[in-house]
């Protein structure tokens, strides 16, 4: 199952550090608990200071359980060490099922 998710930053230097730093330093720690990294992009518009994943879980898991789990490792806390989390406003997340013809899966 693949997880489009929007983070909102609450500014441009906010997305930046996110985005270079600490969301870079997620890829290692999702690969450890079965996620993979399918894209990371900032959003075009930079008025918007907006970051998009495109991620996926293993078959069968679980995506909120596995979420938790995630968030709650010293991994997670070390990939967000020196980040102000009051600087994500929002995170939309839409769970995604392929279609046939998709290009992936």
Not at 4 to 14: C, F, H, I, M
Not at 15 to 37: E, I, P, S
Not at 54 to 67: F, H, K, R
Request: net charge negative; glycine share 4%; with cysteine.
């Amino acid at each position: 199952m693949f997880e489009l998710r929007v983070y909102t930053l609450q500014s441009p230097e906010a997305l930046h550090q996110y985005a270079t730093v600490h969301w870079a330093r997620h890829l290692a720690t999702f690969t450890a608990f079965g996620v993979t990294t399918h894209g990371v992009w900032t959003d075009h518009n930079r008025k918007t200071n907006r970051l998009v994943a495109l991620i996926s879980y293993p078959p069968g898991a679980d995506p909120d359980q596995l979420t938790r789990r995630v968030m709650a490792s010293p991994e997670f806390a070390c990939d967000m060490a020196g980040f102000d989390i009051a600087d994500i406003l929002d995170v939309q997340t839409t769970l995604l099922d392929s279609t046939a013809f998709s290009p992936i899966h």
